[in-house]
């Protein structure tokens, strides 16, 4: 297991959904009928430390619940994950936050919970504040910040965690044209590392490019895996 950076054994995931929310008091007690939702069912998957990953298929077919598994975000209704090293997630940029709480304090706090040492934000804190960019607001309550502050705050911490395996998806802004091109050259330069890169992504080309193997998704299973320019023209092929 030495070279196995993500084990993931007969994964599923459910969620019940509600057809009907009472937003009344005299309908409170009303019965309301509800659904199994099965976002992944029975995914087997392993991969080896170094891989970089792309995650591909039709909207709904369970690749972002699947990352969020991997990442620690959500837990499956069955079956084991198994991580090998240090994960980072840029799904939630602002989970594990404290709106009460300053960005520096937040950064304390944000880098604890993603594995960080206190001594290694220490070293870093400096370089975390001036790569998020967001001026005197560092000393300032979380709630006050904007959507774009908050997610480059979390970029930030993320990508100076120096992850073993890192989950991204691409839909994520972080902010303004200037600090998404910033953001892109870390990612590059992620790429280039031997990291394990785990990603969903709807850029063909990109993942054909980018990505040693990539997973099929449809209907919350894998339904194949293997060399991404072999995968990604089968999916254009039945698109």
Same mark, same amino acid.
């Given at each position: 297991m030495s070279n196995v950076a993500v084990q993931l054994s007969h994964i599923s995931k459910k969620y019940v959904v509600h057809?009907? /929310?009472? @937003? $009344?008091?005299?309908?409170?007690?009303?019965?309301?009928?509800?659904?199994?939702?099965?976002?992944?069912?029975?995914?087997?998957?392993?991969?080896?430390?170094?891989?970089?990953?792309?995650?591909?298929?039709?909207?709904?077919?369970? /690749?972002? @619940? $699947?990352?969020k598994i991997i990442a620690g975000i959500t837990a499956p209704t069955t079956g084991a994950a198994n991580i090998y090293g240090r994960v980072v997630s840029l799904i939630e940029l602002k989970a594990g936050f404290h709106p009460d709480l300053t960005g520096e304090e937040n950064i304390l706090l944000n880098g604890l919970l993603i594995g960080m040492s206190k001594d290694e934000i220490r070293n870093k804190i400096t370089s975390i504040i001036n790569f998020a960019d967001i001026g005197s607001f560092i000393d300032a309550p979380f709630y006050t910040y904007s959507n774009g502050m908050a997610l480059r705050l979390g970029f930030s911490i993320a990508v100076h965690a120096e992850p073993e395996i890192l989950v991204l998806d691409e839909n994520m802004a972080v902010g303004d044209e200037k600090f998404g091109q910033k953001s892109q050259k870390k990612m590059e330069q992620f790429f280039r590392q031997n990291k394990?890169?785990?990603?969903?992504?709807?850029?063909?080309?990109?993942?054909?490019?980018?990505?040693?193997?990539?997973?099929?998704?449809?209907?919350?299973?894998?339904?194949?895996?293997?060399?991404?320019?072999?995968?990604?023209?089968y999916y254009r092929n039945t698109m």
């Amino acid at each position: 297991m030495s070279n196995v950076a993500v084990q993931l054994s007969h994964i599923s995931k459910k969620y019940v959904v509600h057809h009907e /929310k009472p @937003t $009344l008091v005299e309908n409170i007690f009303k019965r309301t009928t509800s659904e199994a939702f099965w976002a992944l069912r029975n995914i087997n998957l392993t991969i080896h430390k170094g891989e970089k990953i792309g995650i591909i298929g039709p909207n709904g077919s369970g /690749k972002t @619940t $699947l990352l969020k598994i991997i990442a620690g975000i959500t837990a499956p209704t069955t079956g084991a994950a198994n991580i090998y090293g240090r994960v980072v997630s840029l799904i939630e940029l602002k989970a594990g936050f404290h709106p009460d709480l300053t960005g520096e304090e937040n950064i304390l706090l944000n880098g604890l919970l993603i594995g960080m040492s206190k001594d290694e934000i220490r070293n870093k804190i400096t370089s975390i504040i001036n790569f998020a960019d967001i001026g005197s607001f560092i000393d300032a309550p979380f709630y006050t910040y904007s959507n774009g502050m908050a997610l480059r705050l979390g970029f930030s911490i993320a990508v100076h965690a120096e992850p073993e395996i890192l989950v991204l998806d691409e839909n994520m802004a972080v902010g303004d044209e200037k600090f998404g091109q910033k953001s892109q050259k870390k990612m590059e330069q992620f790429f280039r590392q031997n990291k394990t890169i785990i990603l969903v992504s709807h850029d063909l080309d990109f993942v054909k490019d980018s990505c040693t193997l990539t997973i099929l998704m449809t209907g919350g299973k894998i339904t194949k895996m293997g060399k991404s320019p072999a995968i990604v023209k089968y999916y254009r092929n039945t698109m």
